[in-house]
């Protein structure tokens, strides 16, 4: 596996699925995704695995809840506005605990919106559109390398937490191709034979559902839940710095952009200013903590999404006293040019008069 | 080369999206930094398609530029729509079989190939795209040939009578920017 391919995120993604060990695919085709399905439709054929172009985006989810129970690593793809029709799905997911692998590639919305590429999830993926006290891991990569990366990531993390995890990608990224060199699934495979549906022979029955009609048992269960995810937000936070060391201005971004992002930092560091970027790849868990410790020296922060404002709240949940953030944000479409960026973190300088310049 | 911008457009079908993939692939076992981001959606044969491709000896940060250092327009629409995206002193090469020779610009470089004509006179309409590449090969210099055919190979696989027709157009595009003045 280790040559350079050109690959586009999506391919990159449906490689490092099946070098994880993905046995099942369920999805159905929409763009900017189709080529994880239209890959694995070939490749799955070939090695004798289960791949299912299902009659819809709800049929797809829930095939994966049923094979995942049974300790099968499956994988969904879809892209927004059929990642809605999933919620109640990943709700069930969290509740049953299934290690479900969902990649979400990001295109316009709300509703139906349109195929250009857009980072509108974010709200969705980290708060979770699913009823209850409930969270799915949510990984963003912001290269192909990572996409392969992040979905080896997907299937450990959702294996050892017995979690759904989401890949947010977002439409640019799922369509463009680079030269990476595929790595090997750096992971190790983990236990699940304590609570897989395996077939009982001379075991004790075992089942999984979410309906718990006893009150004291359904508060212990989503107490449980609970105690699960402080244990993720304690173990798994994950983030990139970049020229953060000296920086007097912050850049926060996400995902593919995050990357545009740092050339914005190396256009000003040649004029003097020092401005760096805080990249969160897991965004949930939230990095909440070191960015706080970033803020409590820095305290001009700029964040630059590609929606109007939805990891901004995060931001400014971790920022403490004394440091604020600004935005630059435009909902869907092409990406922010560099120009576009550097015009709106240079009315950030002036405003709040930044020695260097 | 530091840091290179490309643009191919033109009609789907007139392998805009391949030309893109094999420039890419070409300087990418060259040991470049490339990246390849194809325009997607409700494109179809004869619908237009286009894609940017970034070439740099560094990582490259910026995907997706306002300007290129090169433009090439494979018909009408996609002149007209990609002119004004050339990077002042950058170059267009424009195919003069299906767009009319027109300068707007005196800030450019134009080169208008008759390349649909030169590529039926090879014998395949469907080489035109390689005889862009050879044409941009010339004009950039650092282009192996051994890459091209290796390129080439993977990707046209067992079809060797299209590999042949593919490579002569490329080495035609190839001359005819070194021999020939470019109106």
Known sequence: ?357 | MTTKNFIISGAGGQGVLSLGVALANIFMIADKFVSFCPCYGAEMRGGAVNCEVNVSDNELFILQNSKADFVVAMNQLSFDKFISKVKENGTIIVNSSLAKINKTRDDIKYIFVPLTQEALKLGNIKTANSIALGILSGLLGNILFDNVKKIYKKALKDKTELLQKNLDAYLLGFKYIKEKECV
């Not at chain 1, 990159?12 to 695919?25: D, Q, S, T, V």
């Not at chain 1, 099968?72 to 709700?91: D, G, N, P, R, Y």
């Not at chain 1, 990984?139 to 017995?162: D, G, H, N």
């Not at chain 1, 440091?323 to 709040?352: C, H, R, T």
């Open chain 1, 1 to 357: 596996m280790s040559e350079k391919q050109l690959l586009k995120g999506n391919i990159a993604i449906a490689k490092a699925a099946l070098e994880a060990g993905c046995k099942c695919y369920f999805g159905y085709p929409i763009t900017p995704q189709s080529e994880i399905g239209e890959f694995l439709s070939l490749e799955m054929q070939k090695l004798d695995l289960g791949y299912v172009c299902a009659e819809s985006e709800i049929g797809a989810i829930n095939m994966a809840l049923g094979a995942t129970a049974t300790g099968t690593k499956a994988l969904v793809s879809s892209s927004s506005c059929a990642i809605s029709l999933m919620q109640e799905a990943l709700s069930y997911a969290a509740s049953d605990e299934l290690p479900i692998v969902l990649v979400n590639v990001m295109r316009a919305g709300p509703g139906q919106g349109y195929i250009y590429p857009s980072q509108g999830d974010y709200n969705q993926a980290t708060v979770g559109g699913g009823n209850g006290d409930y969270h799915t891991i949510v990984l963003s990569p912001s290269s192909v390398e990572e996409c392969a990366l992040m979905t080896y990531r997907a299937f450990y993390l959702s294996q050892k937490y017995k979690n759904p995890v989401i890949l947010l990608v977002d439409g640019f990224l799922g369509q463009m191709a680079e030269g990476v060199e595929l790595v090997k699934n750096p992971y190790p495979e983990i236990d699940n034979s304590s609570w897989i549906l395996s077939g009982a022979n001379n075991r004790d029955s075992r089942k999984i559902h979410s309906l718990e009609p006893n009150q004291d048992k359904l508060n212990n269960h989503i107490r449980n839940l609970s105690a699960k995810y402080k244990e993720i937000e304690k173990n798994e936070v994950d983030y990139e710095k970049y020229l953060c060391d000296d920086a007097e201005i912050i850049i926060t971004a996400f995902g593919s952009l995050a990357r545009a992002a740092k050339e914005v930092c190396n256009h000003y560091r040649k004029k003097g200013v020092r401005i760096g970027l805080f990249r969160p790849k897991t965004l949930w868990p939230f990095p909440y903590q070191e960015l706080g410790e970033l803020s409590k020296k820095i305290k001009i922060f700029v964040d630059i999404e590609m929606n109007l404002g939805q990891m901004l709240k995060d931001v400014k949940l971790a920022l403490s006293s004394g440091a604020k953030v600004s935005f630059i944000g435009k909902p869907v479409g092409d990406w922010l040019k560099l120009e576009e960026m550097i015009q709106g973190i240079e009315n950030i300088i002036k405003e709040n008069q930044v020695a260097s310049l």
